[in-house]
């Protein structure tokens, strides 16, 4: 019979720490609902004492999902856990996931204490929070650089406390996977009750090994992973829910399955990459632009005799179809909608009608649209409510020509003009803006990617700036480089601080 590995979802929570990627509560249940539909056992909505909005978030994802388990973060800190319990209140199936730091340099320099009395306080957290709920999951942070003897004796005390679920985090990402699986299995084999809990994995991919570290966790006996879509997350992020998830279906003589419905995997992908205005490197595995795509004259005759010889998954098994319907000009708002709901994205009938008109604009330009066009198209609508729009931009430039833009901006319903030049086109247009905010804006990055191949494609433009000693995230798109730079550079001015 089949092992069951469950899978623990922390795009919401771990996977949103990421710099500039931060989602507003409708933007998590339009995801929270696409991890529903792609079928993952866990979401871990939040971190509740945070901040008011991650308690809200956690309530209103609550609200939302039916079947999967919602789970809330805390330290091992009573008043955490009591602000995880009524954040849960809604959720048809709740857990608290509570922890506390275990490796020595965790113990001597983050909490200056000892190894017993961060025992203590481990089981008393897990006792705790058995208070509010049945189901309540352990994370023993730094474990992978925690010495197994030791961990074993953590894991044991907190599983005679009542928790179901042991969190094994190789935080920093620094094990290798040997050594990450040995220290599962070091678990297995040494802790009294073992049985009577899951273990779980939780690896960093700070040198690259994130997904090889869950693996050999899961071959040696944890039976849950603890992933985010696309691998995002703090630093060099976290396992990728769809590496996991395609390895196992393709090595399925390993006989460990999951819930997830891979067909979801590319456009659950895509609504988290445009909702978090994070692009996918062309070249990640499963997920990239070129995950499917063959290049060398060898393989692309062996694909031509037959697609095994260089292809270990389908691409229709992850979402791709080649057959898909192409949106067109002619398009209707039905086929539209329908195409929105598919990436997980709803809209009522208000919005659709505003996408529909932006849709039209743009399939004139390019011809055929696609799904990555979409979802870009549904992120300018949420633009709509910002305080400052870029409402005119035209710039000459040219060889031998010193680049001039002149620049209009709606700020709250009044226009204001300006015109700069500049080294270059996007240079110029950002120096006309600055004429017009009075602020001193340093642009620190400027990454540019491209949907697809055509010279009349969508341009995204991601920008980061500085203003006042922080650092902001902007993110544009337009079929005009120029003007989807601007356009980032808008965004970033919008969440300044006031």
Same mark, same amino acid.
């Given at each position: 019979?089949?092992?069951?590995?469950?899978?623990?979802?922390?795009? =919401?929570?771990?996977?949103?720490?990421?710099?500039?990627?931060?989602?507003?509560?409708?933007?998590?249940?339009?995801?929270?609902?696409? =991890?529903?539909?792609?079928?993952?056992?866990?979401?871990?909505?939040?971190?509740?004492?945070?901040?008011?909005?991650?308690?809200?978030?956690?309530?209103?994802?609550?609200?939302?999902?039916?079947?999967?388990?919602?789970?809330?973060?805390?330290?091992?800190?009573?008043?955490?856990?009591?602000?995880?319990?009524?954040?849960?209140?809604?959720?048809?199936?709740?857990?608290?996931?509570?922890?506390?730091?275990?490796?020595?340099?965790?113990?001597?320099?983050?909490?200056?204490?000892?190894?017993?009395?961060?025992?203590?306080?481990?089981?008393?957290?897990?006792?705790?929070?058995?208070?509010?709920?049945?189901? /309540?999951?352990?994370?023993?942070?730094?474990?992978?650089?925690?010495?197994?003897?030791?961990?074993?004796? /953590?894991?044991?005390?907190?599983?005679?406390?009542?928790?179901?679920?042991?969190?094994?985090?190789?935080?920093?990402?620094?094990?290798?996977?040997?050594?990450?699986?040995?220290?599962?299995?070091?678990?297995?084999?040494?802790?009294?009750?073992?049985?009577?809990?899951?273990?779980?994995?939780?690896?960093?991919?700070?040198?690259?090994?994130?997904?090889?570290?869950?693996?050999?966790?899961?071959?040696?006996?944890?039976?849950?992973?603890?992933?985010?879509?696309?691998?995002?997350?703090?630093?060099?992020?976290?396992?990728?829910?769809?590496?996991?998830?395609?390895?196992?279906?393709?090595?399925?003589?390993?006989?460990?399955?999951?819930?997830?419905?891979?067909?979801?995997?590319?456009?659950?992908?895509?609504?988290?990459?445009?909702?978090?205005?994070?692009?996918?490197?062309?070249?990640?595995?499963?997920?990239?632009?070129?995950?499917?795509?063959?290049?060398?004259?060898?393989?692309?005759?062996?694909? =031509?005799?037959?697609?095994?010889?260089?292809?270990?998954?389908?691409?229709?098994?992850?979402?791709?179809?080649?057959?898909?319907?192409?949106?067109?000009?002619?398009?209707?708002?039905?086929?539209?909608?329908?195409?929105?709901?598919?990436?997980?994205? /709803?809209?009522?009938?208000?919005?659709?009608?505003?996408?529909?008109?932006?849709?039209?604009?743009?399939?004139?330009?390019?011809?055929?649209?696609?799904?990555?066009?979409?979802?870009?198209?549904?992120?300018?609508?949420?633009?709509?409510?910002?305080?400052?729009?870029?409402?005119? =931009?035209?710039?000459?430039?040219?060889?031998?020509?010193?680049?001039?833009?002149?620049?209009?901006?709606?700020?709250?319903?009044?226009?204001?003009?300006?015109?700069?030049?500049?080294?270059?086109?996007?240079?110029?247009?950002?120096?006309?803006?600055?004429?017009?905010?009075?602020?001193?804006?340093?642009?620190?990055?400027?990454?540019?990617?491209?949907?697809?191949?055509?010279?009349?494609?969508?341009?995204?433009?991601?920008?980061?700036?500085?203003?006042?000693?922080?650092?902001?995230?902007?993110?544009?798109?337009?079929?005009?480089?120029?003007?989807?730079?601007?356009?980032?550079?808008?965004?970033?001015?919008?969440?300044?601080?006031?």
């Amino acid at each position: 019979m089949a092992d069951h590995l469950y899978i623990f979802d922390t795009t =919401l929570r771990d996977g949103e720490q990421v710099p500039g990627c931060q989602l507003n509560t409708i933007e998590k249940i339009q995801v929270a609902k696409q =991890l529903e539909a792609l079928g993952v056992d866990v979401i871990e909505a939040g971190f509740p004492v945070s901040s008011p909005g991650d308690f809200n978030s956690v309530i209103e994802i609550s609200k939302a999902v039916t079947w999967p388990t919602i789970c809330a973060l805390t330290r091992a800190v009573e008043k955490d856990i009591d602000c995880a319990a009524e954040a849960l209140a809604y959720a048809k199936h709740k857990r608290i996931h509570t922890g506390i730091g275990t490796s020595d340099l965790h113990i001597k320099y983050k909490f200056n204490s000892t190894r017993e009395e961060i025992i203590e306080r481990a089981v008393s957290a897990v006792k705790y929070a058995k208070r509010y709920v049945e189901d /309540v999951e352990f994370y023993a942070e730094d474990a992978g650089r925690t010495d197994n003897e030791y961990l074993a004796r /953590v894991v044991e005390a907190v599983i005679k406390a009542g928790a179901t679920v042991v969190n094994i985090p190789d935080t920093t990402g620094y094990c290798l996977p040997h050594e990450y699986g040995q220290k599962i299995k070091y678990l297995m084999e040494h802790v009294d009750g073992i049985d009577k809990a899951i273990i779980s994995t939780h690896c960093h991919n700070d040198l690259g090994m994130a997904t090889a570290c869950t693996l050999e966790g899961v071959l040696n006996g944890a039976r849950q992973v603890e992933v985010t879509i696309n691998g995002i997350g703090e630093r060099a992020g976290n396992t990728s829910a769809e590496e996991v998830a395609m390895i196992l279906k393709c090595h399925h003589h390993l006989g460990i399955t999951t819930n997830i419905n891979t067909t979801k995997i590319a456009a659950t992908s895509r609504l988290v990459s445009s909702l978090m205005n994070m692009p996918i490197q062309p070249n990640k595995a499963i997920v990239g632009r070129n995950a499917f795509a063959h290049s060398s004259g060898i393989h692309q005759d062996g694909i =031509l005799k037959n697609v095994e010889t260089y292809e270990i998954i389908n691409p229709k098994e992850v979402g791709i179809d080649d057959n898909s319907i192409i949106l067109t000009a002619r398009s209707g708002h039905a086929a539209l909608k329908h195409r929105l709901e598919v990436l997980g994205v /709803v809209v009522n009938d208000d919005q659709l009608h505003s996408i529909y008109e932006n849709f039209l604009a743009l399939a004139d330009k390019k011809k055929e649209v696609t799904d990555d066009d979409v979802l870009v198209l549904a992120g300018e609508e949420r633009k709509n409510a910002h305080a400052i729009r870029l409402d005119y =931009l035209q710039v000459t430039s040219g060889q031998g020509v010193r680049p001039v833009a002149a620049v209009t901006l709606d700020i709250a319903g009044e226009k204001f003009s300006s015109a700069a030049d500049g080294n270059g086109p996007v240079d110029a247009a950002i120096n006309a803006i600055r004429n017009i905010i009075r602020r001193q804006v340093t642009v620190k990055e400027f990454t540019i990617q491209a949907n697809s191949r055509g010279s009349n494609d969508i341009g995204k433009v991601h920008m980061q700036v500085e203003f006042d000693g922080r650092i902001y995230y902007g993110f544009g798109a337009n079929t005009d480089i120029i003007a989807a730079s601007a356009e980032a550079y808008v965004d970033c001015i919008n969440k300044f601080k006031k």
